[in-house]
């Protein structure tokens, strides 16, 4: 892995090499939001401030002219004395831009284009790419947006660019996946060590994975971790993990790390005691779907056709498990996508692109769930889209039962 800082300036120069243009472009990274009362959300760096560079704290923007530089967002005195802050030293050395400067002297520098005659600024969008219906948006874009488009006629959507130059991912970038893996990895490996006879509530396995990751260095989990016994898998993100473990039956644990930024995303289902002949037969029939799937990931494949291919294989498991009678069943049982792309979100996008190509990194997740009969099978691994075909990054962790 090189230098954090070479990596980000790396990305900047894609950005600018992509974009070929000498107008301004203005990246706001998330302001902090309330938790309750004086306490803060935890905070997760918008991802594309974060591709440009590599500042995980809030209210700081990128502002790209002739010359690179980071805005500093103002904090309080007693917001310092409570909170501390990334000093200006620090933001260079993370994202390799050595001038830092106040929101006065950016409004000022922008003010200076508008007077050479500049009208035209890329800035990020209103809109997250991927909105739930509950959401309510970090305003930082927003407030941005608003600002810029007083002073300039054309304040253009950089955001499809950046998700596209984001989908391909350089060998940093994999390591820094890799090693995520490779923690969280180790957290499932002694998850299921302790399956058989320590562990009694769905909360253990939690507090285990977390340990562990921890103690390797992740920053922690990647994602809320979803710990589901039996029936519980059949919500596909449980996160409230306060059940206890059958006696008999199946636990299916989706969770991972987060390091350097980057996420792992992965997920198990274990037998705990003995599970029936057709929770096995679930598994089974999962898991070999999961494998059929991941051989058809290479370079050039069309991602229809990827979803066509992959459509087919899920049916023929939910067939040989007798549960697809008539076609809306296919859904019913596997209500999920196939794969999503993973890099700093845990849920990226293919950035528009029509195929696969090489330095994608995305999940496979095949996943069969009965309401009826209580049952819930997941095994998702990560896979690297290589120049020939594809490295499963996740596949030293076994998938068996
Ligand atoms: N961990 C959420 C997902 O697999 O997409
Ligand atoms: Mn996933
Ligand atoms: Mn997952």
Redesign the pocket.
């Known amino acids: 892995m090189e230098a954090a800082s070479a990596m980000f300036c790396e990305h900047r120069k894609k950005l600018r090499n992509a974009l070929n243009s000498k107008n301004p472009i203005i990246i706001t990274g998330y302001t902090s939001m309330q938790l309750a009362g004086d306490m803060a959300v935890p905070f997760i760096q918008q991802a594309d401030f974060f591709w440009l560079t590599g500042i995980s704290e809030p209210g700081w923007q990128l502002l790209l002219l002739e010359e690179e530089y980071l805005v500093r967002p103002y904090i309080s005195p007693s917001e310092l004395l409570f909170d501390g802050g990334m000093l200006d030293h620090e933001a260079a050395k993370v994202s390799g831009v050595h001038t830092i400067i106040t929101a006065d002297v950016a409004k000022n520098l922008l003010k200076d284009q508008q007077k050479a005659g500049i009208t035209k600024v890329y800035a990020g969008g209103y809109d997250a790419p991927y909105l739930k219906d509950s959401f309510t948006i970090n305003p930082a874009a927003v407030i941005a947006q608003r600002t810029l488009k007083r002073k300039f006629q054309n304040v253009e959507d950089i955001r499809p660019l950046l998700v596209r130059l984001r989908a391909t991912k350089d060998e940093n970038e994999h390591a820094y996946i890799r090693k995520a893996i490779a923690i969280t990895t180790k957290g499932f490996n002694s998850v299921r060590d302790t399956l058989a006879d320590l562990v009694q509530y769905e909360y253990e396995v939690e507090a285990s994975l977390g340990y562990t990751f921890r103690m390797n260095g992740a920053e922690g989990y990647a994602?809320e971790p979803?710990v589901a016994a039996g029936a519980n898998a059949l919500t596909l993100?449980y996160t409230r993990n306060n059940n206890p473990l059958p006696k008999n039956g199946l636990l299916l644990i989706?969770a991972a790390a987060r390091v350097g930024g980057y996420c792992a995303?992965i997920?198990r289902t274990y037998a705990i005691g003995t599970p029936t002949a057709r929770e096995v037969a679930v598994h089974a029939a999962v898991e070999k779907a999961h494998f059929a799937i991941i051989n058809l990931i290479k370079p050039g494949l069309a991602l229809s056709e990827y979803q066509d291919k992959s459509d087919e294989i899920m049916k023929e498991a939910l067939r040989s498990l007798g549960l697809l009678k008539k076609p809306e069943d296919y859904r019913k049982y596997f209500p999920h996508a196939i794969s999503?792309g993973l890099g700093i979100d845990?849920?990226e996008s293919f950035g528009g692109y029509t195929e696969f190509m090489p330095g994608m990194v995305l999940?496979v997740?095949p996943g069969i769930y009965i309401p009826e009969e209580g049952i819930g099978v997941r095994i998702?691994d990560d896979i690297l889209v290589t120049e020939t075909g594809n490295e499963n990054l996740s596949g030293d962790l076994p998938t068996g039962l």
């Open positions: 994602y979803i993100h989706d995303d997920t999503h845990v849920h999940t997740e998702e």
